[in-house]
């Protein structure tokens, strides 16, 4: 039986999940989801969720729930090697598994600062001295690990009878660190100490977005009290460092710099960009191999590139639906994905408060806010229900 494998369980197959709850699938086919069994979360609510704005199942939804009702079979694990000429993904319980259609959403890993020498897939949580590492990717082990830290550290200022303390800092000028960075800032403020940086360089600050953007979120960090600290994070000789030189004090890093590539696409056949994405046409087609596509963090688009976001993950997904589906029914697979000039992201800022970018525009307050809550919840109750 021909076999169509969908490689991780990110936001640009969540459109080919839900057209599969009321769509048969072309006859004779089967399809595979191969992803870590742990639910769906939904990054763009994470900062919500850790300003204390939604509850975790509000950003979450179990796999098993998106492939409710479906043909999708789901074959938990991780894949730690792509051979392209032989057409099979290898996952780390040391399974192989064979495809006739592979579509890969395994979005990017983030680089391991945690020791001298590199790990292999990337980077892992867990303490450098004192200092405990906090990589947001895996986001659900993030969120396991968040809750460990100030659960850990409020139960030691109720043992030692004192107030509950912490430096933290947050790693990356993105979007998604700016907003980690004040979302801590926010929901700690009930402890009566409480310091938060942003280390990140100044030019790296929101790249892509326009001046005004960047001086509305700069002027968000002000209000919170968080500290900016101009500087790279790099891999020192005992493990997270500054490129400056300066000294690195904190109780926990959060490490939200940029996604990398999953390090074994390098070697798997496929053709990569210089960071190791694999190159895809506009129909999300990889360049060298025409029975794998590829959508989302993890691709690079040969006909211009764009910014790897989320809003682009799932825009890209229609596209990828039809076309996979076309292959599938022995049609030609035509459609595009043409991303629009301008983009609107909303930057959660801690407090109901967020900053609107959209091309040259920005603004920022409490109706972007219920804006960016709206769209966040409508898009999630959509996918939970499979309209
Ligand atoms: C805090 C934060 C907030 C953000 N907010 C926004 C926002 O508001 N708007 C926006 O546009 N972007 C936002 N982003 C960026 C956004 O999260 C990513 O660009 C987006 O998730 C990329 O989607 P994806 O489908 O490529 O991959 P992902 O969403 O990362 O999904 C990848 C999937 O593949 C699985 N997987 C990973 N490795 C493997 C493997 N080896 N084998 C099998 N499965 C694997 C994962 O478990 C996951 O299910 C934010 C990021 C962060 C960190």
Known sequence: MPTLILAGAGHAHLALLQRLRRQTLPSGWRVVLVSPPEPLTYSGMLPGWLAGHYALDELQIPLQRLIADGPVELHPGLIVRLDAAQHQIHLASGEALGYDLLS?????????????????????????????????????????????????????????????????????????????ALAAAHTLR????????????????????????????IQELGRAGIARVDARLVRGASGPALSTGQALEADLLIVATGAQAQ??????????????????????????????YAAGDVCARVDGPFAR?????????????????????????????????????????????????????????????QLKRWIDTRFMTRQRCGL
């Open 104 to 180: 890969l959403d395994v979005g990017g890993v983030l680089a391991d600062f945690s020791s001298a020498k590199p790990g292999p897939h990337g980077a892992k949580p867990g303490p450098v001295g004192a200092m405990q590492i906090l990589p947001v990717r895996p986001l659900d082990t993030f969120i396991a690990g968040w809750q460990a830290f100030v659960d850990g550290r409020e139960a030691q200022a109720g043992a030692q009878s004192s107030p509950a303390f912490a430096r933290i800092a947050v790693a990356g000028g993105g979007a998604g660190a700016i907003e980690l």
């Open 190 to 217: 009930r402890w009566p100490k409480i310091e938060v940086h942003l280390i990140a360089p100044q030019s790296s600050l929101l790249a892509g977005h326009a001046p005004g953007v960047r001086r509305a979120a």
């Open 263 to 292: 390090p074994w696409l390098a070697d798997s056949g496929l053709a990569v960009d210089s960071g190791g994405f694999v190159q895809v046409d506009a129909t999300q087609r990889s360049s060298s191999h025409a029975d794998v």
């Open 309 to 369: 976001s989320g809003v682009h993950a799932v825009k890209a997904g229609p596209a990828l639906t039809d076309n996979l589906l076309a292959r599938m029914a022995g049609r030609p697979a035509t459609a595009l994905y043409r991303p629009r000039r301008s983009t609107l992201y909303l930057l959660a800022c801690g407090p109901r408060r967020a900053v609107l970018s959209w091309g040259k525009w920005h603004s920022a307050g409490a109706l972007e806010w």
